[in-house]
């Protein structure tokens, strides 16, 4: 018993100070990324949250140049983008690609004289792929505060505006009938998702931060019915699978290359995608209760029901 | 309604000499017409008569031009609560994770910061709007999964939950099948005779509306003739609204309007045009 024990996590895994700072803030982002990433999906905007992860790039490179936290830079540049983006026309739909595609381009280019920058004169290759691909076991217990400020920023805001952005969410139109600043709730969600997404890219880095906002947002969807329930199982997806790859990359460091661990990330995305596709299996029907029964009887009756 | 002058005592709405020009064009041109509590209004006209810009000028979203809309005798406001609004449809992917309950629900308090905290009373009242829409059978399914009748419903509960006294619906049938049709036309009559609540439904053709309609608005080329059914519904009245003449046919029970000459087109030369000698217009 305790060598399977150990076996699966290897000696120190739980005495580990930097498995313990990774699991604490790979949780805090999980739960604050899958609660935002619900609206994401729900309103059709993966693609400006991916885009306002890649975008950070360019803020986690020039916070490495001058030498201050990463997160600030992410965090900066994904505002700004988001706001640009805002004033660009991202709340209507046919707007919304073209302004992304514009800002993203011209914030990558960025990116690339910063990155440039940064190996020639400091010599650290290793910057470019901690930005993009992230390593949570380099993140120290000095950012935990800063992480904690942004996350309850963000659940505050969408705790806040939870009813008219479910609204807005359904139909503006029905929302501005109702008296609903749609547009000033909007900008207040793009606020939320680019600290969000800021978080995601700083726990396992800009280009897979999409995977942690959309990806257990995705399997909650197929799994849930109401909006609380499935913001409930986004952050339990998450959090489940940002522990369970901080463990395999833990282990990993007994795997080929000896010594080198795994990337976390790598662990992280890949449990998401396998979560998403588990939850998108036949499921079976539900036992009969009285009003189980009517459902399943509509079902077979709506064969384009998923 | 204290502030209400004696000739629009009881009257839910008053539209008076309203215009809207959008763009530089006139969309709608000294628009006149009331309704009463529980009266059923048919404001029809074709695409592009007018009648979503009329609606968003009576929830407060678009301003006129010119003219005035008294909502029960005060004048109208952003975020009205006497009045409950019907979007022609919505898009939500079926994988939403919105109950038709969580919709219904949305209707009490929307426009409210915060979470809304789940209570016996709420969920009775949500209950009771489902039942009253016949939806307690889909009560738990994903609205982005019911069909279009079915969704019309919902939004029904959603605009009647918040105890209106005047229903506006954009087009609720444009999207459904005669049968859904018809049965949501019986639903807001009920639901006008029932509770006293005026409702405003806008709709393209009118014969689905005849038998329950007390009133209609007939919108044309940005003004409107309002009146009971028969008299508006005339030659006379109509060829004088739209400025050319229109023959207005009973056909089975069925209105039509219908717009040309024989003959006049005949010599375009083109021969799509050739069998375009009238149009029915409703």
């Known amino acids: 018993m305790s060598s399977a024990l150990a076996a699966i996590f290897a000696p120190g895994f739980f005495g580990s100070s930097q498995v313990q700072i990774a699991a604490t803030v790979g949780a805090i982002v999980a739960v604050v990324a899958g609660t935002v990433g619900v609206f994401t999906v729900i309103r059709g905007q993966s693609f400006a949250g991916e885009a306002l992860g890649d975008i950070g790039t360019t803020g986690g490179s020039a916070a490495f140049l001058v030498a201050v936290g990463p997160l600030w830079g992410f965090a900066a540049v994904a505002i700004a983008a988001a706001a640009v983006m805002e004033m660009i026309g991202i709340q209507r739909p046919r707007g919304r690609d073209v302004a992304t595609g514009v800002v993203l381009g011209a914030g990558l280019g960025l990116a690339a004289l910063l990155l440039y920058l940064e190996a020639v004169y400091r010599n650290t290759t290793g910057a470019t792929f901690t930005i993009v691909f992230g390593s949570p076991f380099t993140i120290t217990s000095s950012s935990i505060p800063l992480v904690v400020a942004f996350s309850v920023i963000v659940l505050s805001l969408t705790v806040v505006l939870f009813r008219p952005l479910l609204l807005c969410s359904v139909s503006p139109e029905l929302a501005a009938a109702r008296g609903i600043a749609v547009r000033l709730v909007g900008a207040g969600y793009l606020l939320a998702l680019a600290v969000a997404v800021a978080l995601a890219a700083f726990t396992i880095g800009t280009i897979l931060s999409t995977a942690l906002l959309v990806g257990p947002a995705a399997t909650a969807l197929r799994l849930t019915r109401s909006p609380g329930r499935a913001i409930a199982a986004a952050a339990l997806i998450g959090v489940g699978s940002i522990w369970l790859g901080i463990l395999m990359a833990y282990d990993s460091y007994d795997w080929p290359p000896l010594g080198h661990g795994w990337p976390v990330s790598f662990f992280v995305v890949s449990l998401i995608f396998v979560a998403y596709l588990l939850a998108g299996l036949p499921r079976r029907r539900r036992r009969t209760s009285p009003t189980a029964a009517t459902e399943t009887d509509e079902l077979a009756l709506a064969p384009a029901r998923s | ?282």
Do not use: C, W
Not at chain 2, 33 to 61: C, D, H, M, W, Y
Not at chain 2, 91 to 109: E, F, S
Not at chain 2, 124 to 147: H, Y
Not at chain 2, 217 to 230: D, H
């Open chain 2, 1 to 282: 309604m204290s502030a209400g002058s004696p000739e629009s005592a009881g009257r839910i709405l008053e539209v008076d000499r309203v215009s809207v020009s959008l763009g530089g064009r006139d969309v709608l041109r000294d628009v006149s017409f009331a309704i009463e509590p529980g009266q059923f209004t048919g404001l029809i006209g074709s695409n592009g008569a007018g009648k979503t810009t009329l609606f968003r000028v009576i929830l407060g979203l678009q301003a006129p031009r010119g003219g005035s809309v008294l909502v029960a005798g005060q004048p109208r406001s952003r975020r009205n609560p006497l009045i409950g609004y019907v979007p022609q449809k919505f898009q939500l992917d079926p994988d939403a994770p919105l109950r038709t309950r969580d919709l219904v629900g949305l209707g009490i308090d929307a426009h409210r910061y915060g979470v809304a905290l789940p209570s016996r009373a709420r969920r009775a009242r949500i209950d009771e709007m489902l039942e009253a829409v016949d939806a307690r059978g889909f009560a738990d399914r994903r609205v982005g999964n019911l069909s279009g009748g079915e969704q019309q419903r919902v939004l029904i509960a959603h605009a009647l939950i918040a105890r209106p006294r005047l229903l506006l619906l954009d087009e609720p049938l444009a999207n459904l099948d005669l049968r859904s049709g018809h049965e949501v036309v019986a639903l807001l009559s009920r639901i006008a005779t029932e509770q006293r609540i005026a409702i405003l439904i806008s709709a393209h053709d009118m014969n689905p509306l005849l038998g329950v309609m007390d009133r209609v608005v007939y919108l044309a080329a940005g003004r409107a003739v309002s009146g009971a059914v028969e008299e508006v519904v005339r030659t006379g009245v109509l060829s004088e609204l739209y400025g050319h003449h229109v023959d207005v046919l009973r056909v089975h029970g069925r209105v039509l309007v219908v717009a040309g000459e024989a003959g006049e087109l005949a010599d375009t030369g083109d021969p799509t045009h050739t069998h375009t000698q009238v149009e029915i217009i409703s």
